[in-house]
């Protein structure tokens, strides 16, 4: 069974910084692609940005030059960083393992970005 232990989330003032992490307990890790999504209130769940087993990205129009999501199959984690948030962005985010059609999800952490 994998687990998928999200953590950085927290509340932020536009324009700000956040980074987030993703561990996984995975034998092997190295080859699945990971991603996150992002869920706001009262809408679906949404990519935000993907990364393949070697490291091609992948992210949504909206986050462009703003994110960036990276991986270290040694440590098992893939990070989100996020720059110059707006409150668009407000959301809770999930880890995912393997993509959307089977594959693992984390619990989630909240991102708020508030005056």
């Known amino acids: 069974q994998v687990q998928l232990v999200e953590s950085g989330g927290g509340l932020v003032q536009p324009g700000g910084s956040l980074r987030l992490s993703c561990a996984a307990s995975i034998s092997v890790f190295s080859i699945y692609a990971m991603g996150w999504y992002r869920q706001a209130p009262g809408k679906q769940r949404e990519l935000v940005a993907t990364i393949t087993n070697v490291g091609s990205t992948n992210y949504a129009d909206s986050v462009k030059g703003r994110f960036t999501i990276s991986r270290d199959n040694a440590k098992k984690t893939v990070s989100l960083q996020m720059n110059s948030l707006k409150p668009e962005d407000t959301a809770v985010y999930y880890c995912?393992?393997?993509?959307?059609?089977?594959?693992?999800w984390g619990q989630g952490t909240q991102v708020t970005v508030s005056s």
């Open positions: 995912n393992l393997g993509g959307i059609r089977g594959g693992s």
